[in-house]
């Protein structure tokens, strides 16, 4: 997964801001808390494309956050019929039989989706945080509170990408010539 800590701007260091692979532990312990009170998370935003998409971080679709990120609503709703999940988007990418489990989230009532860029998530005061979006669908700016929130990062390729590679004399090469590839 992307280093989290590159995303301070959306919230990343505060307590109540984790990644989906820490949402992933929760689920898996069938309980989802904040970790800075251990109250139940009732209010909780998906941040997708955290750090993808996105010149500054990874700028391709890793291609899995959005169906991981369907599921960890879909269980914090099952685990807690009261909780609300709220996803963030830029675009939703559920490819072929993955329409049909999109579909199945946009129709619980406990699901929001909404289109936009998220710029920031700040901590509110009372251990809640506020999420700011901006070109959503509507045009407007808008502002989600939550008690939770789920940065779903992308994925890093564990080779041919960065240090790793260098170290091998072909890479080197590639790099002394100044050729691409």
């Not at 998409?53 to 009261?82: F, I, N, W």
Request: hydrophobic share 35%; glycine share 10%; charged share 25%.
């Amino acid at each position: 997964p992307y280093d989290a800590s590159n995303l301070g701007h959306l919230g990343y260091g505060s307590p109540n801001v984790i990644t989906n692979v820490q949402m992933e532990e929760m689920t898996a312990a069938g309980k989802i808390t904040r970790p800075s009170d251990g109250k139940p998370a009732q209010r909780i935003a998906f941040v997708q494309c955290a750090g993808s998409r996105d010149k500054e971080h990874l700028p391709y679709c890793s291609g899995v956050c959005c169906r991981v990120t369907l599921k960890q609503a879909m269980l914090a709703r099952e685990l807690d019929s009261e909780a609300e999940a709220y996803v963030l988007y830029k675009d939703i990418r559920a490819p072929g039989q993955y329409e049909d489990f999109y579909r199945t989230a946009q129709e619980d009532p406990g699901i929001f989706f909404t289109k936009g860029e998220v710029v920031s998530a700040k901590e509110s005061g009372d251990g809640n945080l506020v999420v700011d979006m901006e070109d959503t669908l509507l045009g407007d700016h808008i502002q989600v509170e939550a008690d939770l929130v789920v940065l779903a990062t992308g994925m890093v390729p564990a080779a041919a990408d960065g240090e790793a590679i260098r170290k091998y004399r072909d890479a080197q090469t590639i790099i002394e010539k100044g050729e691409e590839g």
